[in-house]
């Protein structure tokens, strides 16, 4: 599904990404950790198309196509989907008629988009917020709740979430995992999600981890045994690791 | 006293303040133009045009409707016992309702109400008696056809004690030809009514828009009032006052203002918060394209204990020669009072566009996003199917900006 070869990205005339390879099937979860500012977010962003995101070199093919050349937009219509760390606030803009509009876009009728409204916003427990401007005055696990919603309702082929756990309580991970592991049943999707905490990696069934440091990936493997590592001796123990390699 | 008295004791006022300039916009030099009643005689033919300015010919959903072309009343009707809905000439034979006459604004306000007045031919005339309520809006349209022409309605509204009334104003012009549109309104609301004002202009790029509007507000009252200029205009000032003479009453004044093409707009509007406990907000959405220049002033004076104040001005840049300007003012005359504004100009954030695109939109799609979000205000007070029609107003705008 996503084949990345050598890739390296600028982003306000840094050099944040390093040359990273990393494959995603179908069907896979990816869970990509790593110590603040090690490019995890630019990756993702570079992956759908920001284009603050510059890439200096190498490849980045999504189902056969070399996505470097395009757009954002065009990069969602072959089936990108990123969920943001940091959703902006967009006074004026409630939250039920962007999923409608999204939903619509999807080319669902007006009476489909509305019954898929409701069913996800009563499973993410959303319906509260679906009168009010879209992230004017949520709480941190609400924003999260949202982002969440509105990345999968685009129905993507390649889920790209960032930190979609961060600040959100223990009861809504388990809502959140859920939505995720479900979504991810539905035939043949993929996933990155990038955690910081590893918490929902208690909720989500992932099929590889890897560690990002310095804009290089540094380690990959079993996902519940580097989750467990992390947590107990924290991304210190990765860099001490690294350099006992080298 | 009668008409005839009463225009006899205005007019030496009116005649010195002929030459005397607004305060604010373009100044201009009214011998351009013609004070005669026009030639329009219907408003066949413009049925689409009166549609996007909330006039529904077929009167579905009205309790009322009052329709003049250029100078001349060409239709009125009531369907409500207790509301009166007729042109200003035929009301002012009763000399009861001289009482309304000129008496909320000043003749000599400056030289588009003197000549208002001294031309003074036409205009609508509703009024809500004591204890009725009108729940469905009157609609009233003016027509501009005659190309030259001053237009110069003279529009009194009365809310009697304990009353409630709506009326939807759509004002347009049928040409590309130069005019001018003077619109004076008096608007008086008794103790304990409440009157929702909406007013949608579609102009034309060669015309002048002047209205003056004064609004008395009473006891326990409330005022609402909402603006909305969608097309190009040559020059459009306007700045709308009310007083809030009574205790406990409150006003709500609203604007969605785009300028287009070179336009040049002044829209303002000042709340007199003078009886104890009274309340207000004035709140305004400019966009700026193409090279129009939009100002939006907003003031509020606070003149009795107790009174609170809110503006919020908003402008949207979206051309590089296109000029906004904010103007939010506070005066507080007395300790007890409580006073706020906020005001912000800026353009699309890129951030947000970015995002938007991320969710599967089109550039296009995105920013008409944005705009329209920008554009939600509180259409606050509306009947539903009213304020359901002005969100559709806003969505169509929108997406064809």
């Known amino acids: 599904m996503l084949y990345l070869k050598g890739l390296v990205v600028e982003l306000g005339g840094k050099t944040v990404i390093k040359g990273v390879d990393l494959q995603v099937n179908r069907e896979e979860l990816a869970l990509l950790m790593g110590p603040n500012g090690s490019g995890k977010s630019t990756l993702l962003h570079a992956i759908v198309g920001d284009k603050r995101c510059r890439v200096v070199s190498g490849s980045l093919v999504f189902n056969g196509a070399e996505l470097t050349s395009l757009t954002m937009e065009e990069r969602v219509r072959l089936g990108l989907g990123l969920g943001f760390q940091f959703p902006p606030r967009l006074k004026g803009v409630r939250l039920r008629s962007l999923v409608l509009r999204i939903l619509e876009k999807k080319g669902l009728s007006k009476d489909e988009a509305e019954r898929v409204l409701e069913e996800y916003s009563r499973l993410l427990r959303l319906e509260g917020l679906l009168d009010k401007d879209f992230n004017v ?110 | 006293m009668n008409l005839e008295e009463a225009r006899r004791l205005l007019k030496p006022k009116a005649e010195k303040a002929l030459a005397k300039p607004a305060p604010y916009g ?43 072309v250029d100078n001349k009343a060409v239709y009125s009707s009531t369907r409500q016992k207790g509301l009166t809905v007729k042109p200003l000439s035929q009301a002012l034979k009763n000399p009861e309702n001289l009482d309304y006459y000129w008496k909320a604004l000043p003749v000599d306000t400056d030289k588009y109400t003197a000549a208002a007045f001294l031309g003074e031919k036409e205009g609508y005339f509703i009024k809500v008696d004591d204890g009725v309520n009108v729940d469905t809006p009157v609609q009233a349209c003016l027509l501009l056809r005659t190309p030259g022409l001053i237009q110069a309605p003279h529009n009194i509204v009365v809310v009697g004690e304990n009353s409630r009334l709506h009326v939807i104003t759509g004002c347009a012009a049928m040409r590309e030809e130069a005019g001018l549109h003077i619109g004076v309104s008096e608007f008086y609301v008794k103790k304990g009514g409440t009157l929702t004002f909406t ?192 969100e559709g107003i806003l969505d169509s705008l929108a997406s064809s900006l």
Request: with cysteine.
């Open chain 1, 137 to 246: 005055g949520f709480s941190g696990g609400e924003a999260k709740r949202a982002e969440l919603m509105l990345t999968l309702l685009q129905n993507p082929l390649l889920l790209l979430l960032d930190e979609p756990d961060s600040g959100v309580d223990v009861e809504n991970l388990a809502l959140m995992g859920s939505a995720i592991s479900r979504y991810l049943s539905s035939n043949g999707r993929a996933a990155i999600l990038i955690t910081h905490t590893g918490y929902i990696a208690r909720h989500v069934k992932a099929s590889e981890a890897h560690v990002m440091i310095d804009g290089r990936i540094v380690c990959s493997g079993d996902p519940e045994e580097m989750v467990s590592n992390i947590m107990e001796h924290g991304f210190e123990a990765c860099v001490n690791c690294r350099r006992a390699k080298r």
């Open chain 2, 26 to 68: 373009l100044d201009l030099s009214l011998s351009s133009f013609n004070l005669g009643t026009g030639f329009g005689t219907g408003v066949e033919g413009s049925e689409k045009i009166l549609e996007s300015v909330g006039i529904d010919l077929n009167e579905r959903n009205r309790s009322g409707s009052y329709y003049q």
């Open chain 2, 199 to 390: 007013m949608i202009h579609s102009w034309g790029k060669a015309i002048h828009v002047r209205p003056r509007t004064v609004a008395h507000v009473g006891e326990n009252s409330v005022f609402i009032s909402h603006y909305i200029n969608t097309s190009q205009v040559s020059s459009l000032q306007t700045h709308p006052v009310a007083y809030l003479d009574g205790e406990g009453s409150r006003a709500y004044l609203s604007s969605i203002i785009i300028g287009r093409g070179a336009s040049k707009i002044d829209v303002g509007g000042t709340l007199e918060l003078d009886a104890p406990a009274c309340s207000g907000e004035i709140l305004s959405r400019t966009i700026g394209f193409d090279e129009s220049t939009v100002i939006a002033r907003a003031r509020v004076t606070g003149k009795a204990p107790g009174v609170r104040g809110h503006v919020e001005c908003r402008g949207l840049l979206l051309s590089n020669k296109s000029r906004i300007d904010a103007i939010p003012e506070l005066e507080a005359r007395v300790q007890d009072v409580q006073l706020t504004h906020e005001a912000a100009i800026g353009r699309i954030a890129e951030e947000e566009l970015l995002y938007l695109v991320a969710r599967g939109f089109t550039e296009e799609e995105a920013r008409s996003i944005i705009v329209r979000g920008f554009l939600s205000v509180e259409l606050t007070g509306l009947p539903e199917n009213l304020a359901k029609y002005l």
